[in-house]
């Protein structure tokens, strides 16, 4: 099949170019603009507590306000604040609310007698916080209005003897767009520039150096853009802040792999003595399977996440399924048409020796030596990836969302910090006990005192308010639970299964309680992932296996394929938990990170043992015995393998450059992990073990040599393609 794909693109290549970039602008100029967000509870379904609890809350209480922000007041000099202090407090939130900042529905004051405004002063006098509400109709992305408020209130405080800063969730949302959109930026310099001189190196070559990311950026990458928002908007599916810098790195990165594993053969294709059109040829018709193979399991694995309870994966993984399914088809007819249309001369420009091929004298010693131990091979690169697993035991999650995914030198990061140490650390995101009539009944305040006495007794709670709001129609009660840890510390999500079960068991007669607030919608997330783990890995892991049982027509090799990425989950789940748990002293690793590791290490990992194990069947069917088989292997398929690994890995190396802990944490592991896969799982554990199973790798589906074995050559007859031996080294 991908032989007859072959002829007709480079037999029809302007007209596939042209073809190309029509449909392209056409997707492209229809698609919508791509919304995202990044509130967290955004992504959980509906049933469960914390947004059951927040619906209730828009119900009984309309004309309440949830903080959407808050505006953190000191002096410049950092002393107590005087009277005349916060009289120019209550100046600037006079101010403020006369400006009538659209989606601004109130600003509360700071002092002045009650209760409420008193406590908004810390113990030690030093800091005010006003809190800011947003009307029900303010859109996800409200920067605008942040942005105007977060400037008014600096102007207005002008000449006075105060500093304000602007905290809370709006102000996280649009620091944290700012951070992304400068973190896109740098991931997307230095992935491309690592890729143009990598590129260089391997192919000594102009052309060949910016070809692909030409290709990415002019048409695959718009192009995947529109079709990911379409989706999104036909299936109203949620998008946050880091999909793009993720979407960047993969197409750039999945884009430039398959770009290598067509460039390597149709090198060797050109070397071997044939015509270019007919060298493109079949480079497609021996490279195409396994790319379309490697694209299929990596867009299962993403496309598995629909099945996630989390919005946040739930588009994600279609997301990425469709950058690499758009990516793949381009791969196999947009770019060898590109290529097949430009001189040999002109394309491998100002080198002279590419038609020369090297001794492969590195990577044939690295396949001597499996051919000749294989056993030792296998055990010591299983070794490796089975100490690393065990590390893995450590890890820890955490659910700072804010604090990972900007630096902490943002103005809503020092409010943040500012607030738990000047006040109790919970202040800063309170959680809400809702208590419900179950019977129409209205509640009875008399038992007010005990319920909140149950709450207060709750291990980690530091205070409950007195006198809880009540509704209009007396249903409906609002308790406001401080917590003694960060809302978003996992001691602050332990602290919520007892506060839950005190809340729901201490619940009077006739009514039931509702928890909400932040914590509880983390507390929430975490029960969301456990559910994941349980049922998207498993799925995934089976359809993996059956795109490479029809790929090998073998029962035997996916099984061990699957063990090996398994441990390479494992492995770089354990590395990292050792590099920032304890090298870094982090309290955990963002609870979203084993997600990712599966996204990118298990799936786009699995490329690399998809093509060499491709080419270890194709080895064995020409003849070769199983370790001979495994030294042809990597010695050909190693400099493919080398490359790719070397390019994807660098690529996401780069998310480094963010500055944030996500980033840092998402740019390690998955750099991290894509080198285990390419240069100890594919290079060394997967050829060293199908070396040791010998003709069983392959069963039922092995036949004689020749039978079944690949396309034939342009211009050959099948007899002299695949008979043993007969193909000259430089054909590899």
């Not at 498993?538 to 029809?550: C, F, K, N, T």
């Not at 292997?633 to 998310?655: D, E, R, Y």
């Not at 010998?694 to 050559?713: M, V």
């Amino acid at each position: 099949m991908f032989h007859r794909i072959g002829q007709f693109v480079v037999k029809r290549a302007w007209w596939v170019i042209i073809a190309w970039v029509v449909a392209a602008v056409a997707v492209i100029a229809s698609a919508p603009a791509l919304t995202t967000s990044d509130n967290e509870s955004d992504f959980l379904p509906s049933h469960y507590e914390s947004i059951v609890a927040s619906n209730l809350q828009q119900q009984a209480f309309p004309s309440a306000f949830t903080p959407n922000a808050m505006l953190l007041f000191e002096r410049t000099d950092g002393g107590q604040l005087t009277s005349d202090d916060k009289a120019a407090i209550n100046k600037v939130v006079t101010g403020l609310t006369a400006e009538h900042i659209k989606y601004v529905q109130v600003i509360t004051p700071v002092g002045g007698g009650s209760a409420g405004a008193e406590k908004a002063v810390s113990k030690d006098g030093k800091y005010a916080l006003s809190q800011v509400g947003y009307t029900k109709d303010a859109p996800q992305d409200s920067s605008v209005t942040t942005k105007q408020l977060r400037d008014d209130a600096k102007s207005l405080a002008n000449g006075s003897n105060l500093k304000v800063q602007l905290g809370g969730q709006a102000a996280q949302n649009l620091d944290q767009k700012d951070s992304s959109s400068s973190a896109d930026a740098l991931i997307f310099l230095g992935s491309f520039l690592l890729i143009v001189v990598i590129l260089a190196i391997i192919f000594r070559s102009a052309i060949i150096s910016i070809l692909p990311l030409l290709l990415i950026m002019a048409v695959m990458m718009p192009t995947s853009n529109a079709l990911i928002a379409d989706a999104t908007k036909l299936f109203d599916l949620k998008a946050n802040s880091t999909m793009s810098a993720i979407l960047i790195v993969v197409l750039l990165g999945v884009g430039t792999d398959y770009f290598l594993f067509l460039m390597f053969r149709y090198r060797e294709r050109l070397r071997a003595g044939e015509e270019r059109k007919e060298a493109m040829i079949n480079a497609i018709g021996r490279v195409g399977e396994a790319i379309a193979s490697a694209a299929g399991a990596v867009t299962v694995a993403f496309a598995v996440l629909i099945l996630s309870s989390l919005g946040l994966f739930k588009a994600i993984g279609p997301a990425l399924a469709i950058a690499v399914v758009t990516t793949a088809i381009a791969s196999i007819t947009l770019v060898p048409a590109v290529l097949s249309v430009i001189p040999e001369r002109a394309l491998f420009w100002p080198g002279k020796k590419w038609m020369h091929e090297k001794d492969g004298a590195r990577f044939a010693a690295l396949g001597r030596m499996t051919q000749r131990h294989p056993a030792r091979v296998a055990a010591a690169s299983g070794g490796v990836l089975i100490l690393l697993t065990l590390a893995a035991l450590g890890y820890k999650g955490t659910f700072d969302l804010a604090s990972g995914s900007m630096p902490k030198t943002k103005e809503s990061m020092v409010v943040q910090n500012t607030v738990m140490s000047a006040y109790s650390a919970g202040a800063s995101d309170p959680s809400q006990v809702y208590l419900t009539s179950t019977n129409g009944t209205p509640l009875d305040p008399s038992a007010f005192p005990a319920y909140e006495q149950a709450l207060s007794g709750v291990k980690g709670v530091a205070d409950v308010a007195a006198n809880p709001q009540v509704s209009n129609d007396k249903l409906t009660a609002d308790f406001v639970v401080t917590l003694k840890d960060d809302p978003a510390s996992n001691a602050a999500i332990d602290t919520m299964d007892g506060l839950r079960k005190a809340a729901h068991s201490a619940a009077p007669a006739g009514t039931k309680a509702l928890v909400g607030g932040q914590t509880a919608v983390e507390a929430d997330i975490n029960a969301a992932m456990d559910h994941d783990y349980k049922v998207v890995f498993p799925i995934a892991a089976v359809l993996i296996m059956v795109i490479l049982g029809l790929l090998l027509r073998s029962v035997v090799a996916p099984w061990y394929l699957m063990a090996s990425v398994g441990l390479g989950f494992g492995a770089t789940l354990g590395a990292t938990s050792v590099v920032f748990q304890k090298f870094d002293h982090q309290s955990g690793l963002m609870f979203m990170l084993p997600i990712f590791i599966y996204l990118f290490v298990v799936a786009i990992g699995t490329d690399y043992n998809i093509l060499m194990i491709a080419r270890l069947r194709e080895e064995a069917r020409e003849g070769r015995d199983p370790r001979a088989a495994a030294y042809e292997a990597i010695k050909h398929g190693g400099p493919t393998v080398a490359a790719a690994g070397s390019i994807l890995a660098a690529s996401f190396a780069t998310f480094m450059l963010a500055g944030n802990v996500l980033f840092s944490e998402i740019g390690f592991s998955i750099a991290f992990g894509i080198a285990l896969a390419a240069f100890v799982m594919a290079m060394f554990f997967t050829p060293a073990l199908t070396a040791l199973l010998g003709k069983a790798a392959w069963w039922p589906g092995h036949q004689e040599p020749g039978a079944h074995g690949g396309p034939t050559l342009v211009g050959q007859g099948r007899s002299d393609a695949h008979t043993s031996g007969a193909e000259p080294a430089g054909r590899r």
